[in-house]
């Protein structure tokens, strides 16, 4: 696609420049999970990793000013049940992140004041919010690039989702026919691309439910990607052919009958590239996974135009690129990556363009978007568009702003719409599954008793039911002994015993909670007499809240007696093996209760009679798993000691055979 003369191009030298390890960010734990994603993302404050977590998902947030090796133990974001699959930063808001996972769920999450993992007390950080609304898994998150509050997100439910995060409803889905791999918008947020599975290319305007255009993509069955170049109506992807070769391929969105010059083969390596476009300078970025190189094209009279390559031998695996608000103007800095390596080691890497002037080069530094809303949710939804708001970068560097410290970072108090239920109110939270989707239940641990507050509008007799109601503990008595020896058998606990057991902690919660159910009847009519309706519908949502509380409990017995009866089941086929080993240790004793060997017999003709007897009881099958006797030689007493061993059953028999008598030891 590129011209065979040479052009004139004030980013032709365009070079990156990597960082010294010791002021990169090591000892990173990046996912293993095999999911295509960028795997990081970054921002002017922080830098989000998709974290090998055990228990559950999380994500890392790492301060861009914390360089170097990182400690072993950090605060992690938890709150996913599964692997953390993708994350965003809110382009308005530097402190509040949105992830995805492979649970189905989408947290978002406000990272905390003086952030930092190298705190003395470290804590994990919990979510403020979960949008639900995907039956299967959550693969990207992306938030709208000009109106403030929204995020799209793809899911293993062949649907793209459109949120209004400051109310958690899901306000737009848009229906693909297949697993949808990359989702791009363009600079103003009116329009979306999307590539799938399907092998379909799919322009969108988000606020129909129908697609404008659907084009067929790349033949190949590997991942392809698409990005949308700014304010032009032009896209380009990346993929594969029939025969692997990877591709990439620039359309004009009025016409997606076919791509721009066809589809440019750009090398057979298997790795998926990852594109990334800047506005400012209309320069292509393509990294590859699994290559250590990353190519830049300039585009210009629709043809892509190869600039150069930066070169590693550290293969990539993920790949962010930094906001134009936070890179370093003083060094001609255009655009910053942050490269995942060995998935150990986070490295930026600058791109520069070669300059001597010390002055602002206006000419390669145009408006950036800035970290202004330009719309709210709202008005988006409602079908208002409004053009990006920008920013003078003269202003950052007349401001001084020099090294790698963002000056523009921007904060914003979020607060996620409060939709409260009985299951925060009593320190219990549980979510509606979706379809497909193994019912999750968060329960918040008590350390030693659970007790239920009394909400502040009960009425006396309510408050008093609750206090009379036995509190649910387990005392020093409840718990089981300890092991006996080994020597002995220790029989299991009954399932009696473990479903008394289960009764004297459900039974008071439950009590307490018929309680103040029967009792918030009389609560709704005093309330709607003498308060008014609006406490008459919290009576009535909480005696709603109260029997959902009931019937997890309720669930929990179930489940709890489910465990009793397998317990039983365990214990009885524990018993009939003991059972078992104890009639073969008796056949081998009575076999060697048989054998006679004289004190005067000589070694030789001991051996004789072992052999005899170790051919008699093999012929007489008393012991199954029989292994064969030994003759050790004369022990105290003129005696002989015959030896047999069960490595089986571990059993371990000495047989001292005297003149006078024989006595199993």
């Not at 001609?332 to 600058?350: C, G, L, Q, T």
Request: glycine letters at 6%; one cysteine or more.
């Amino acid at each position: 696609m590129s011209g065979r003369f040479v052009r004139a191009s004030k980013y032709r030298h365009i070079y990156g420049n990597s960082t010294k390890r010791e002021l990169c960010y090591d000892n990173v734990k990046v996912t293993k999970n095999a999911w295509d994603s960028n795997l990081i993302k970054v921002n002017p404050l922080y830098l989000s990793i998709n974290w090998n977590a055990s228990g559950g998902g999380a994500f890392a947030v790492v301060p861009l000013n914390e360089r170097g090796k990182l400690p072993d133990q950090i605060p992690l974001f938890r709150g996913h049940s599964a692997p953390v699959l993708d994350t965003d930063f809110n382009p308005f808001n530097d402190q509040l992140v949105a992830s995805a996972s492979d649970d189905g769920k989408i947290c978002l999450w406000t990272i905390p004041d003086n952030f930092s993992l190298f705190n003395e007390e470290q804590e994990d950080v919990t979510p403020i919010s979960k949008l639900s609304g995907h039956s299967r898994k959550v693969g990207h998150v992306q938030f709208h690039p000009t109106a403030d509050n929204v995020l799209s997100s793809t899911s293993g439910d062949y649907t793209v989702k459109l949120w209004d995060i400051s109310t958690g409803q899901d306000k737009i889905t848009l229906k693909h026919t297949d697993i949808i791999q990359s989702l791009s918008w363009n600079r103003q947020g009116t329009l979306m691309v999307t590539t799938s599975r399907d092998k379909k290319i799919r322009i969108w305007d988000p606020r129909s439910p129908d697609p404008v255009k659907v084009s067929n993509g790349h033949e190949g069955a590997k991942t392809s990607r698409a990005v949308w170049l700014g304010d032009m109506d032009r896209i380009a992807t990346t993929g594969f052919s029939k025969r692997s070769d990877r591709q990439l391929a620039l359309w004009d969105t009025n016409d997606m009958s076919k791509p721009i010059g066809g589809f440019q083969v750009l090398d057979t390596s298997s790795g998926v590239l990852m594109p990334f476009y800047d506005q400012d300078t209309m320069v292509l970025y393509l990294a590859g996974k699994g290559d250590g190189n990353i190519r830049y094209y300039e585009l210009e009279n629709d043809d892509f135009h190869f600039l150069h390559e930066y070169k590693s031998t550290d293969p990539q695996r993920g790949m962010a690129f930094m906001p134009k608000r936070a890179l370093n103007i003083h060094e001609n800095e255009v655009m910053r990556a942050y490269k995942s390596i060995n998935d150990a080691v986070v490295e930026p890497i600058s791109f520069i363009v070669p300059r001597r002037a010390e002055s602002f080069q206006s000419d390669i530094y145009p408006p950036a978007l800035s970290a202004e809303p330009a719309i709210s949710a709202d008005k988006w939804f409602a079908g208002e568009n409004a053009e990006p708001n920008v920013m003078d970068m003269e202003a950052l560097y007349t401001a001084g702003s020099e090294g790698n410290t963002p000056v523009n970072s921007v904060k914003r108090e979020f607060k996620p719409a409060e939709r409260p239920t009985a299951m925060a109110t009593f320190g219990l939270s549980r979510e509606t599954s979706m379809p497909g989707q193994k019912k999750e239940e968060t329960f918040s641990a008590p350390k030693k008793t659970m007790s239920m507050p009394t909400p502040s509008f009960t009425s006396a007799s309510t408050s008093e039911a609750i206090s009379k109601a036995p509190s649910a503990s387990i005392s020093e008595k409840d718990t089981p002994p300890k092991a006996e020896s080994p020597k002995e058998k220790t029989p299991s606990p009954a399932p009696s015993a473990v479903t008394s057991a289960v009764k004297s902690i459900t039974e008071p919660v439950m009590s307490a909670v018929k309680a103040v159910t029967s009792t918030s009847a009389s609560a709704i009519s005093a309330t709607s007499t003498d308060s008014g309706p609006s406490n008459n519908e919290d009576v009535v949502s909480l005696q709603k809240s109260l029997k959902d509380i009931l019937a997890t409990v309720q669930s929990l017995r179930d489940q709890i007696a489910d465990q009793a009866k397998s317990l039983a089941r365990v214990e009885e086929m524990h018993e009939k093996d003991i059972q078992e080993k104890d009639k073969r240790i008796v056949a081998l004793e009575e076999a060697l209760k048989k054998l006679t060997v004289d004190s005067s017999t000589s070694r030789g003709e001991a051996d004789d009679v072992v052999a005899e007897k170790d051919a008699k009881i093999r012929a007489g099958g008393g012991c199954e798993r029989y292994l064969g006797l030994t003759w050790i030689g004369p022990a105290e007493n003129d005696t002989f000691v015959i030896l047999s061993l069960s490595l089986s059953d571990m059993v371990y028999l000495s047989y001292i055979a005297h003149k006078s008598s024989h006595t199993l030891r």
